[in-house]
């Protein structure tokens, strides 16, 4: 079929033959159904990226371990011995590594996911697939390094307070907190693609978020301190990285029953629906855009 210049119409053999455009983007309900026929991908990959990290290290997959202790031990230094933000709280090596953890998890998850995208061009140019596969592995990724941790962190607590039945809470907390991470990796894996600035501008957002956790102290034990009005506890206690933290400690300690933030599970419940839905549909519909330029 030709058009009025005499040269064949590219729309028309399309619709001859049955072509689409490779980069429209699909239905949210295909779109979910092909990311679920991709999961061996994400699985895949994330294990060979887990792998690639330690690769190159003489001590290996061993680093899984000593990344975590190491910081927490830098951090211990700081804040608990030279701060003195350790006085007044049992076990506080486990409730600072239970902060420490819980908010690693998210912050390397935003990180890593705002270049999912951007490191993989030529993939993503290459082949069809959801584009949310990558950020997806990068999740998966932080969460086999996550439950290295909170190894590390049950053993700890195990040999200083003993074990208790209620250390199951921390199963449905992670899990909570991984539907969040999923979300807000997403809203970043697109934010990162078209402004190339926000990996610079992560470092500084993160770390005022980790100070604004209660992450070194207990926050509602701080704001008592202070005498602070009842609505700022409110406030904080919105933060969903101090919720999900609140919930473990609640779980691995008995002291921080004392000085548990109020609401906390309904606020990480919310959080996490919220945040899942809102990422996956902010990332779906830019699918067809990914990848140009």
């Keep these: 079929m030709t058009g009025p210049t005499g040269v064949t119409d590219p729309a028309a053999l399309a619709e001859r033959f049955g ?12 779109y979910l159904r092909e990311l679920w026929s991709r999961r061996q991908f994400v699985l895949s990959y994330a294990t060979a990226r887990t792998y690639a990290m330690y690769a190159g290290a003489r001590l290996g997959s061993l680093w899984q371990v000593l990344t975590p202790l190491l910081n927490a031990a830098v951090y211990y230094l700081a804040f608990g011995v030279l701060l003195g933000t350790k006085n007044g709280i049992d076990n506080y090596v486990a409730f600072l ?4 953890f819980v908010f690693t998890f998210t912050q390397r998850c935003m990180t890593e996911g705002s270049r999912s995208l951007a490191l993989n061009l030529s993939l993503i140019r290459t082949l069809h697939f959801p584009r949310a596969t990558l950020p997806l592995a990068y999740v998966l990724n932080e969460l086999n390094q996550m ?3 909170m190894g590390i962190l049950f ?8 074990f208790a039945w209620r250390w199951l809470l921390v199963v449905p907390a992670l899990f909570l907190q991984v539907m969040f991470n999923v979300g807000i990796t997403l809203v970043f894996a697109r934010i990162g693609t078209f402004v190339s600035d926000v990996s610079q501008l992560l470092p500084f957002i993160t770390r005022t978020w980790l100070y604004a956790s209660g ?7 701080k704001l008592a301190q202070i005498d602070a009005p009842g609505w ?3 406030v904080l206690a919105f933060n969903p990285i101090s919720a999900y933290i609140d919930i473990v400690r609640r779980a691995l300690l008995d002291e921080h029953e004392r000085n548990q933030l109020p609401h906390a599970w309904t606020i990480a419940i919310v959080w996490s629906f919220v945040m899942l839905a809102a990422g996956f549909v902010y990332f779906w519909r830019a699918e067809d855009r990914y990848g140009r330029g």
């Design 19 to 30: 072509l689409s455009k490779s980069s429209i983007r699909p239905s949210l309900g295909s």
């Design 232 to 234: 700022v506890v409110q």
């Design 97 to 100: 590594l239970s902060g420490i």
């Design 147 to 149: 439950l290295v941790s």
């Design 155 to 162: 053993v700890i607590v195990g040999l200083t307070d003993g």
């Design 215 to 221: 992450i070194f102290f207990s926050l509602p034990a």
